[in-house]
């Protein structure tokens, strides 16, 4: 695997798709079976919001699920390079992360579950994949590179931050920011209000049920995916699409409308390589939400909030200031 402008950790993280290909659609996989599981216990929300995984300091984690009297949760943990499954009783099991088929990665998995008293039946079929190879039979998906791996996840942890604070500006309907395991993206979606028309489906190895429930009201969505660029790429689409959404005006310059995709598109290179990597991916994310707010009409006043707006109860931020390596305040 080969990385290019890897430098500080302050820095955005580089990892061109084509040179961790391999790692990463084994990576969807474990993923997924990690979804799944969630989803096998989990009380349906809206849109599917209960089966999703969250960015940690760590990894990707699914967040407590419950299992009849107690809990359980479930880490992809990309520093140590493990899967960590721990329970409310206090007992934990790990799998670890490695070049080896994801037939023996879900083998694993199910085993330690059911060692920690855990009975999860799951779909064993990805979804939204094309072929669908099931998980105890899947042997193609083999590699693992943690380098790779690591700066994917570091990759999510920046979009995870920049996303987390355009998400405190909506005071209306919005989702958490969170790893959608179908496509493999990271997202954040506001909603007007509104009901939408239902949606016609047509994923791969997906119920179109599935995205009925999804899209089920009127949506502005942006997130992230290792797709649709040389590094990645941050998306902006909205459901229905509004007249005139392709021809809105929207920022960075680098940001473009891709009719293949229905959306906009702003390459990860594009942000990284940014004087201000920030600014850059907020101007994609309120501009491009604002393309579908304007032009669908929706009422901006009562969705929209200064997350600032009660800084007199808030706590001064103390300065940094180092002296000699052994004061800080």
């Not at 309907?173 to 959608?180: A, I, R, W």
């Not at 304007?294 to 929209?304: H, I, Y």
């Not at 109860?313 to 000699?324: I, K, N, S």
Request: glycine fraction near 8%.
């Amino acid at each position: 695997m080969t990385t290019s402008h890897i430098g500080s950790r302050r820095a955005w993280p580089r990892l061109r798709v084509d040179d961790w290909t391999e790692t990463r659609d084994t990576v969807h996989m474990w993923t997924q079976i990690v979804g799944k599981i969630r989803l096998s216990q989990s009380p349906l929300l809206n849109h599917w919001w209960q089966v999703t995984l969250y960015v940690t300091p760590r990894g990707l984690t699914t967040g407590t699920i419950p299992h009849r009297g107690g809990s359980f949760d479930l880490e992809l943990d990309f520093v140590e390079h493990h899967l960590r499954v721990r329970t409310s009783a206090g007992e934990q099991r790990f799998v670890g992360l490695s070049s080896r088929p994801v037939a023996d990665f879900y083998s694993e998995t199910m085993s330690a579950l059911d060692d920690l008293g855990i009975d999860v039946v799951i779909d064993v079929r990805p979804n939204e994949v094309d072929p669908a190879v099931p998980f105890p039979q899947d042997r193609v998906h083999a590699t693992y590179d943690p380098e790779a791996a690591q700066l994917f996840w570091r990759q999510l942890v920046h979009a995870d931050r920049v996303m987390g604070e355009f998400r405190s500006h909506f005071v209306g309907k919005v989702s958490p920011v969170h790893f959608f395991w179908g496509a493999m993206d990271l997202a954040c979606t506001r909603f007007s209000g509104r009901e939408a028309p239902e949606h016609p489906g047509g994923a791969p190895n997906c119920g179109d049920w599935v995205m009925v429930e999804g899209y089920s009201r009127e949506l502005s969505s942006a997130g992230f995916w290792p797709g649709g660029g040389e590094e990645g790429a941050f998306y902006a689409y909205a459901y229905p699409e509004p007249e005139g959404f392709a021809d809105y005006p929207v920022g960075p310059d680098a940001a473009y409308y891709s009719v293949e995709n229905r959306q906009f598109l702003l390459p990860y290179e594009a942000v990284a390589e940014a004087e201000d990597p920030d600014r850059a991916l907020t101007e994609f994310l309120h501009t491009t939400y604002r393309a579908a707010a304007d032009l669908g009409g929706w009422d901006r006043k009562s969705l929209e909030d200064d997350p600032h707006r009660w800084p007199q109860h808030r706590a001064p931020r103390r300065p940094l200031h180092v002296d000699g390596g052994e004061n800080q305040t």
